[in-house]
Nanobody, 113 residues
Framework: VQLQASGGGLVQAGGCLSL?????????????MGWYRQVPGKQRELVAV??????STYADSVQGRFTISSDYAKTVFLQMNSLKPEDTAVYYC?????????WGKGTEVTVSS
């Protein structure tokens, strides 16, 4: 499985950005697909994931500001609104199937104050 992410960039606080991630290859029964983020010196944390059944899970810090969606063809989208400087991080697309986790290359999101 390969994950190809796009989007991200630099935006001012209060602005919007979107991320997308497309999975290719064979995954054994996908469980979830979504976005995680990491800042230097901290562990990677969940941002938002969507399950194969369509249910979404969000970090408390992004609830109400970020929206994850999927086209159910192994592509997920993350709409990020009302961005804050603390959202600055490297964002990673992740896919979990019954066997393992897969990660894409990170994409940087920088929110200036």
């Amino acid at each position: 499985v390969q994950l190809q992410a796009s989007g991200g960039g630099l935006v001012q606080a209060g602005g919007c950005l979107s991320l997308s991630c497309a999975a290719s290859g064979s995954a054994a029964s996908i469980k979830t697909m979504g976005w995680y983020r990491q800042v230097p010196g901290k562990q990677r944390e969940l941002v938002a994931v969507i399950s194969s059944g369509g249910s979404s899970t969000y970090a408390d810090s992004v609830q109400g500001r970020f929206t994850i969606s999927s086209d159910y063809a192994k592509t997920v989208f993350l709409q990020m609104n009302s961005l804050k400087p603390e959202d600055t991080a490297v964002y990673y697309c992740g896919l979990s199937d019954v066997a393992r986790n897969y990660w894409g290359k990170g994409t940087e999101v920088t929110v200036s104050s």
